[in-house]
C-alpha cells in the first residue's frame, strides 16, 4: 500500500535548476525518514540526499553537498529535491525512499545537457 510517485524532472542546461517532487501516500509520512536516490544507465543507484523524520537535519554526499536541498512538507506528505548548478553527471533517473521499506517509485528523468 505504500505509494511513492516521482515527478518534476525534465532537460536542463549545466548550470540550471530544478525541483523534484516525490507524493507519498499508505504510511504515516512524517514518522519516516526519507532519502533521494539516483541512478544512471550502467551505474548502481546512488543516495543523494537524506532528511530526517522528526529534526529535519539533512544528510548528502560530496558530490551534491552545497548544490541540492532536500526538504519535506510533512502537510502534503510530499518530499521535494531542490537541484542548483546542474551537472552532466548529475544525469540519472531520480527515486525517492523511505527508511525500511523496498519498493521504489517509477522515478523521474534527469538530464543535463547544453
Known amino acids: 500500500q505504500v505509494q511513492l510517485v516521482e515527478s518534476g524532472g525534465g532537460l536542463v542546461q549545466p548550470g540550471g535548476s530544478l525541483t523534484l517532487s516525490c507524493k507519498c501516500s499508505?504510511?504515516?509520512?512524517?514518522?519516516?525518514?526519507m532519502s533521494w536516490y539516483r541512478q544512471a544507465p550502467g551505474k548502481e543507484r546512488e543516495r543523494v540526499a537524506t532528511i530526517d523524520s522528526s529534526d529535519g537535519i539533512t544528510h548528502y554526499p560530496d558530490s551534491v553537498k552545497g548544490r541540492f536541498t532536500i526538504s519535506r512538507d510533512n502537510a502534503q506528505d510530499t518530499l521535494y529535491l531542490q537541484m542548483e548548478n546542474l551537472k552532466p553527471e548529475d544525469t540519472a533517473v531520480y527515486y525517492c525512499k523511505r527508511r525500511n521499506y523496498d519498493g521504489w517509485g517509477q522515478g523521474t528523468q534527469v538530464t543535463v545537457s547544453s
Open positions: 499508505g504510511f504515516v509520512f512524517s514518522n519516516y525518514i
